[in-house]
Structures are given as C-alpha cells and as structure tokens.
T-cell receptor, first 116, second 109 residues
Framework: DGGITQSPKYLFRKEGQNVTLSCEQN?????MYWYRQDPGQGLRLIYY???????QKGDIAEGYSVSREKKESFPLTVTSAQKNPTAFYLC???????????????FGPGTRLTVL | QQPVQSPQAVILREGEDAVINCSSS?????VHWYRQKHGEAPVFLMI?????EQKGHEKISASFNEKKQQSSLYLTASQLSYSGTYFC??????????FGTGTRLTIIP
C-alpha cells in the first residue's frame, strides 16, 4: 500500500537535545512538507521541499532543519534552538509543489514530541 | 495571512446539517478542506479552485465565492463518523497552503 510513514509515534526529549523525526513516502510524490500542530492553532508550515536537495523555509522554520537527499525521505531535526518544541508534528506529500493550487496533500500519522 | 474559520466549534445531533465557513483577507486561488480525527492525520475532503472547478468526495458539498474570498463546507444529514476537526487550507497562487485554526464538530446520537 502506498502512503507516508512517520516514526516514532511518540518521542520524549530532554531540554537542550537535538532530535530527528523520520518521514518516508512511497507515493512517488515530488513535494514534501513538515507541519507543526499545537492545540487551537491549526497546522503551521515549518519547511517544504519541491525536489531532491532543495527545500524552503515555511512560516515557522526557526529552530528546525531538514534535508532531502532522497525523493522518498524528508527528515526533520528539532534543534535545541527551538524554544518550545513540544507539539504534534505532521509530514505530508503531494504530487508537485508547483501544483499546490490543485493537488491534495497526503498526511502521515504524526509524531508527538514532548520535551521534558 | 491565516484564514478565519467559523464557527470554532459546533455540536449537532445525528441527522442535522452544518455549515463551516472559511474567510481570507487575500485573494485566493484555491481552498482545500481536510478533516482530522483526534490524534490522527488530516484526511483530504475536497479542493475548490478559482474558476469553479472542484475535486474531491462526491458526498461532500462546498462552495467558493471568489469575490468574497470565502468558502463554505456543507455537511448534510450528519452521521457520527462526521465528528472531528475541519480545517480549510488556502492557496494564494504559491507553493504552499495556509491553514485555518479549525472547526471542531461533535455529532451526538
């Protein structure tokens, strides 16, 4: 079955540590996205990527970093510079970023990160 | 700019109808609607495009008023499975969606 996988489902981190969230898709989609979800605030875009080895900052990129070395993979690193990292993180993909106007986004199951 | 959704929350009895609205202060190229169950991934419902084209589920009804920069999602004869939080995502002709804060819909038997 085609889809998006995220791991782990739950992640606990000590303050000051970097942590990497995994996102893999087998939909052969060009575009991939990372969103952060906090209660009552909807989905906010962190980073997105249109093609391999290229990515752009979203609306709340500070304290995060990404890489896109393979089409299928788009890992997100939450660095110690992110002041309030506890949140639900969602990865998504779509056929093409240039078709963001009319292409649906497919979401992974999410990773809930808690900083202790 | 983040679109504004209304209402923020609504409670319905099974079989009743609901309308969820999404308004933008900027000109829209398209509006996307998603539903999210608690703790799960958002699921695509429909896309409404400038010019009138729509893509999505046949059982979902929605409208897009380009002049008013508004979209409405119509849920008729609601079922228990319709419960969840509904998000609109707006596109301004660029590479991304900007999502609203959501409308929480609760259906009671």
């Amino acid at each position: 079955d085609g889809g998006i996988t995220q791991s782990p489902k739950y992640l606990f981190r000590k303050e000051g540590q970097n942590v990497t969230l995994s996102c893999e898709q087998n939909l052969n989609h060009d575009a991939m996205y990372w969103y952060r979800q906090d209660p009552g605030q909807g989905l906010r875009l962190i980073y997105y990527s249109q093609i391999v080895n290229d990515f752009q900052k979203g609306d709340i990129a500070e304290g995060y970093s990404v890489s896109r070395e393979k089409k299928e993979s788009f890992p997100l690193t939450v660095t110690s510079a992110q002041k309030n990292p506890t949140a639900f993180y969602l990865c998504a993909s779509s056929k093409s970023v240039f078709g963001a106007i009319n292409n649906e986004q497919f979401f992974g199951p999410g990773t809930r990160l808690t900083v202790l | 700019q983040q679109p504004v959704q209304s209402p923020q929350a609504v409670i319905l009895r099974e079989g009743e109808d609901a309308v969820i609205n999404c308004s933008s202060s900027k000109a829209l190229y398209s509006v996307h609607w998603y539903r999210q169950k608690h703790g799960e991934a958002p699921v695509f419902l429909m896309i409404l495009l400038k010019g009138g084209e729509q893509k999505g589920h046949e059982k979902i009804s929605a409208s897009f008023n380009e002049k008013k920069q508004q979209s409405s999602l119509y849920l008729t004869a609601s079922q228990l499975s319709y419960s969840g939080t509904y998000f609109c995502g707006t596109n301004f002709g660029n590479e991304k969606l900007t999502f609203g804060t959501g409308t929480r819909l609760t259906i009671i038997p």
